[in-house]
């Protein structure tokens, strides 16, 4: 079992070198963390996501945007990543620019039993092809959820998708029998 948890560990560490390392070829990798996060971690990534990119030569509408999914997905990671069986909670951050739009990469722990609700979630709000349309979805959403025992209404991946006025990608890899490495994409076009 000690050889299982360890693996989680390793397991995020290890996609974490391999994303950076993709994303460095052709792109620019303008914030990065792996670890766990607490409050103050999350303060000092928004403080370098707010200098990175209002250091690029783009409009304050992407910027705004940009930020605004990068403080939501983290403390989305904070609130609802799981934790393993040690109580660690195994995940990483990364934002990238292209040539043609910003991009935030997420990944944390998630229970294997958790995927099929993540999946149904996320392909609901992508079926959206008016953003009027997921607006009012959110609105619905919003009157009708009450809030979970950690403080959210299932709010969060659907504001993010608002924001980005893109499809959410979402990428499940499975660690062991209990855990799976959940990868959520976000991007924001520059123009």
Do not use: C, R, W
Request: cysteine-free.
């Amino acid at each position: 079992m000690a050889d299982n948890l360890h693996s989680e560990k390793e397991f995020v560490h290890n996609q974490y070198e391999q994303m950076l390392l993709a994303h460095q070829k052709d792109e620019t990798v303008l914030v990065s963390h792996y670890g766990e996060l607490s409050q103050s971690v999350i303060s000092n990534l928004e403080g370098d996501v707010e200098e990175k990119i209002t250091s690029l030569d783009i409009a304050k509408g992407p910027i705004k945007k940009i930020f605004f999914i990068s403080v939501e997905t983290l403390q989305n990671m904070l609130l609802h990543g799981q934790k393993n069986n040690q109580g660690e909670q195994h995940n990483f951050f990364i934002l990238v620019k292209n040539g043609s739009n910003l991009k935030v990469i997420s990944s944390n722990l998630v229970a294997n039993s958790s995927i099929p609700a993540l999946e149904k979630q996320i392909n609901t709000i992508n079926s959206f092809d008016d953003e009027k349309a997921l607006k009012a979805y959110y609105l619905e959403h919003l009157e009708n959820n009450t809030m979970s025992e950690k403080g959210g209404a299932g709010l969060g991946f659907i504001t993010i998708g608002m924001k980005s006025g893109n499809k959410l990608k979402v990428d499940f890899k499975k660690i062991n029998d209990q855990f799976s490495l959940f990868t959520l994409t976000s991007s924001v076009n520059l123009s």
